[in-house]
C-alpha cells in the first residue's frame, strides 16, 4: 500500500476498512479462545495477512510516528491514548472485538471533523 501519496481522507478511509476487516475475522473466532504468536495474531496474519499493527494501518504509514496523525491530535496516540493501546490487555478474541469496535468508532469520526477555518498562519 503506498500510503505516501494518499489524501488524509483517504488514509482515514483504508485505515476504518483495516480494522472493519479485522474485525469481521475476529467475531468468527471462539470469543473464549486466546489469542496466540508473538503478539497474539498468529491466526489473524495468516488468515487475512493483516494484523493490528503500523505495517498494516494507512494511517500509521501516512503518519509515521504518530507525528501529524488526526487520531493522535483527537484521541492521544496509539500507545497511550486511543483505544489502541488497550488491545494488548485483551487476552482473548471476546475481549479483543469491543476495543477494536472502539478503535474504529474513532477511527470514522475523523471523517466527520470538519477543518477549521483558519491556521494561523
Request: hydrophobic share 35%; charged share 20%; net charge positive.
Amino acid at each position: 500500500m503506498i500510503t505516501f501519496y494518499m489524501t488524509k481522507r483517504m488514509a482515514i478511509r483504508h485505515s476504518l476498512a483495516h480494522w472493519r476487516r479485522m474485525i469481521v475475522w475476529a467475531m468468527a473466532q471462539d470469543p473464549s479462545e486466546q489469542r496466540r504468536g508473538a503478539n497474539g495474531y498468529q491466526e489473524m496474519r495468516e488468515a487475512i495477512r493483516e494484523e493490528p499493527s503500523g505495517n498494516s494501518c494507512a494511517l500509521c504509514n501516512k503518519y509515521s510516528g504518530c507525528y501529524y496523525c488526526p487520531l493522535d491530535s483527537i484521541y492521544g496516540n496509539c500507545f497511550s491514548g486511543n483505544a489502541f493501546c488497550r488491545l494488548k490487555e485483551s487476552n482473548t478474541w471476546g475481549e479483543w472485538i469491543p476495543i477494536a469496535i472502539k478503535l474504529a468508532a474513532q477511527i470514522e469520526s475523523l471523517l466527520y471533523i470538519k477543518k477549521p477555518k483558519h491556521y494561523g498562519y
